[in-house]
């Protein structure tokens, strides 16, 4: 049987709204929490749709594109006129200067404009008396110092023959012997001697007693004179008996002289040095010499530059120096002007130096023909392009070219003006070269604008943006194209309207491509 369960039990009592005074009061939801987060949730969401939808509401500026223009590279046939360039006639490579390689005041000019000359042949005179003086002093000088080394010539001959022959020695050695033997002699007489005053003591002794034994019978006289007789004797023999050490020793000092005379005869020091000295003398004498015939060689080569002569063959170009103009010799090229005489230049070696424009300078190359004309000529000269120089005009925007006269008449020379047209070099034409020509783009000039650090034009990018990119030109095509060597591709699109104050990252909106008509 089953059990009814009451749920009654399990039921709470809640509060009702009415509640008296009495109950708790409901709490109410914050400011905060019910208006401002709302309003923060609602503004988020309003600033999502707008930013997902900005490229419908942000405004683009309109700009007009072009594309790039892309067509085969031409190939000219050998010798077609591509280009004329105004130029003058300069000698090739330059001019040559005859300068004064002494100061000096020009004295006669031999020479004029234009004239032939040969190489060697005189064009000037400088004023030479003053070298004329310098030749002469220095000539002097020289004789002065050859006198000099002759004389120190004899000066060594005469000491190497007294090193060779030393007699003033062997004569100082000679004298030492011969004081040496005397001395000696004296020494070996000396005990001689002594014996011979004992005698003549003995004598005067006995003598003296004698007489003073018989001194009332003799004379006083006649004994004084025994008495110093004996006293003489006496001194004699004690001097003798000092006489031997001193003659000892007398000979000891000439043996010991004997002996640095014979080594000094051996080894000749006084002589050797007295010849190695007299050859370092003679050498800075012969030193001397030599200076004085430079300064001779000098001189003399100063006063052959007093004559200017001419390099090597050619023709006078123009005289720099007048008759009474004062030319120095300085280095350097601020100096090099004050000291040209004439300047001459080889007939057969002469040059263009053409103004190329430089929209065709993309267009010259080394070995290039070139047809010159000139009114001094009736038929064209040939010529070829050496090199284009580093020398650009910027208000003439041209750039110099140097080419080469082939073969010039007499009638051509430096300062006349001709007109050179550049002809298309050697390359011979085949249907391959036909099929792998290179690749040219082009656009129009006036879409070319100066950038930073060059020249720019204006893009439109992929994703709705402007781009100034800088580009590098090459030649200038027909109907007001040019060639973009480097910068652009086949698929870039050029903006052609609408580039009046356009910033580079703008936003753009194409509305139509431009059409360039070729």
Known sequence: MTTAVDLSQLARARPDC??????????????????????????GFAVLVAWAARDQLLPRKAVTVAPVITMRGELRQEGTPLFQAAGWIEPRPTPMLVTALTEGVVEKLFVVEGQAVKAGEPLAQLIDSDAKLALRDAEAALALRQAEVASMDAELKAAELRMANPVHLDAALAEADSLLAKTETELAKVPFLIESAQARLDF???????????????AERMLQQAESDFAGAEAELAELKQRTPRLQREAETLHRKHSALAEQRRLLIDESRGVADTRAKRGAAVARQDQAKLAVERARLMLERTAIRAPSDGKVLQLVARPGTRVTAMEGAAAMGAATIVTLYDPQMLQVRADVRLDDVAGVEAGQPVRIETASVKTPLEGFVLQPTSIANIQKNTLEVKVAIKNPPPTVRPEMLVSATFLAPAKPETSDEKQTAPQRLLIRKDLVAPGSGGQSVWLATADGRAEQRPVQLGRAADNGLIEVVEGLTPTDKVIVGGREGLQNGDRIAVSNAADINL
Not at 20 to 43: D, E
């Open 18 to 43: 009415t509640a008296t005074a009495g109950a708790a009061p409901v709490r109410r939801r914050s400011f905060f929490s019910r208006y401002v987060l709302s309003g923060a949730i609602l503004l």
């Open 204 to 218: 005067a002794r006995r003598n003296l007693e004698g007489k003073r034994a018989a001194a009332g019978g003799i």
